[in-house]
């Protein structure tokens, strides 16, 4: 059974930080991309950063550039998502998903398998 655990969310004041795990099961973990997304209530779901299990490489969305830093640990299957400098605006639920073409940081329609979400709370 394929599962995606994500972990670490909370309350934190404005320019804190927090680091999200997202543990993976029942795939071969380094042939997909593992992405973070977020939905902040009354918006579309959103993509946040995205990884290639296979060779590192990442990609950010300007929203986070410079803040967020997406790692992986291929020996525990598992992807975080390190947010510093946190503001209001990134109170959301955030998600991990994986696919395996690569698009699904662009396309959230390609993704295969989605984690149920870690609330984050951005607020002074």
């Known amino acids: 059974e394929v599962q995606l655990v994500e972990s670490g969310g909370g309350l934190v004041q404005p320019g804190g930080s927090l680091r999200l795990s997202c543990a993976a099961s029942g795939f071969t973990f380094d042939d997909y991309y593992i992405g973070w997304f977020r939905q902040a209530p009354g918006k579309e779901r959103e993509g946040v950063s995205c990884i290639n299990n296979s060779d590192g490489s990442t990609y950010y969305f300007d929203s986070v550039k410079g803040r967020f830093t997406i790692s992986n640990d291929n020996a525990k299957n598992t992807v975080y998502l390190q947010m510093n400098s946190l503001k209001p605006e990134d109170t959301a639920v955030y998600y991990c998903?994986?696919?395996?073409?690569?698009?699904?940081?662009?396309?959230?329609?390609?993704?295969?398998?989605w984690g149920q979400g870690t609330q984050v709370t951005v607020s002074s």
């Open positions: 998903a994986a696919e395996r073409s690569g698009y699904g940081c662009y396309d959230l329609s390609a993704n295969d398998y």
